[in-house]
């Protein structure tokens, strides 16, 4: 990792708020022929209980969240939510497990195969996201018909330690090696507003910047704060804040889908279009996220209609 990725990243982060906006548009157009926004739907298919003590996270054990521990959800009930995402325009259906990690031989995983073999008939880009990977289950995934792995570095290294103390930066940066060995698209982002300043922002974006390859997509978490963790009481971010990050990432990785992920219900709908303008071009979609409230789908394709911005081809058929 270069220092001077780091500078770079603080120079384009740092000059005046429109030249950088506009920088960032520039570099939109430049690399993506339209105003598309790929829509992304989550379904948490296990839920709670997780050994980890990441201290935003709702499904920790570590913490009372009022979120219980579940079971994994049998195969038709995903290939239900799965098949409603599509039907109302989803382009991509994403599950998200809260454990550990998984290996192959482990029954639950061979389950999770399976899930994704039959999500994978729909036409819809499947992304997964189960904690940290085995090389083998990596192969595993990619065989089974996942195309991308969701799995965040979630803040500088620096500061990653005092937000997790149950596994290391450096074991995020393993498992996503591993999703990428096996050919898997690696979906890399974090989350803002844990108390991180706006340099440790700029130090994981210079990790990200780094990866090779590059994330397909990059999502832009804004901590939602869950009552019971110890990050409960974060202030919220400061929307220009957001802006800048969004429209550097879109400059430092421009081909990446910039996601603007967890937070939006508690973004304006000209917030919104200011984080488009900056470059997301890339939303979760659908009225829950894991375990939080998301802007509901009516909602988000008003915004999108009234913005001029088209959801990506949708498979819908
Ligand atoms: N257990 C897996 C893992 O840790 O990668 C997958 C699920 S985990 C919930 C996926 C991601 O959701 C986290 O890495 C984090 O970026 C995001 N996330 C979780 N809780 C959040 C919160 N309260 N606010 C914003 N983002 C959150
Ligand atoms: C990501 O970066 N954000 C999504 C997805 N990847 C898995 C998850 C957001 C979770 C928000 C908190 C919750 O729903 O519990
Ligand atoms: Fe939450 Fe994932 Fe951390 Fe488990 S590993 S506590 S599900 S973020």
Known sequence: ??????????????????ELI????????????????????LLSIKTGGCSEDCGYCAQSSHYSTGVE???????????????NAKSVGAQRFCMGAAWKGVREGDPRFDSVLEIVRQVSTLGMEVCVTLGQLTEGAARELKKAGVTAYNHNIDTSPEHYSRIVT??????RLNTIRHAQKAGMSVCCGGIIGMGETEDDRLKMLEVLTNFDPPPESVPINCLSPIVGTPLEGQSPVDVFELVRLIATTRIAI?????????????LSREAQALCFFAGANSIFYGNK?????????????????????????SVLK
Not at 22 to 41: E, S
Not at 257 to 265: E, I, N, Y
Request: hydrophobic residues 35%; contains cysteine.
């Open 1 to 18: 990792m270069s220092s001077s990725t780091l500078d770079r990243l603080r120079g384009i982060y740092h000059q005046s708020f429109f």
């Open 22 to 41: 506009q920088q960032a548009r520039g570099v939109f157009l430049d690399h993506w022929k339209d105003d598309t926004v790929q829509l992304c739907t």
């Open 69 to 83: 521990g579940g079971k994994l959800m049998p195969v038709e009930e995903v290939m239900e939510s799965a098949r």
């Open 166 to 171: 149950t596994h290391t930066f450096q074991d």
């Open 254 to 266: 421009p081909k990446a889908r910039v996601r603007l992920s967890a937070g939006r219900t508690n």
């Open 289 to 313: 996220l894991l375990t939080a409230q998301n802007p509901l789908p009516d909602e988000d394709m008003k915004l999108l209609g009234e913005l001029d911005l088209h959801p990506k081809d």
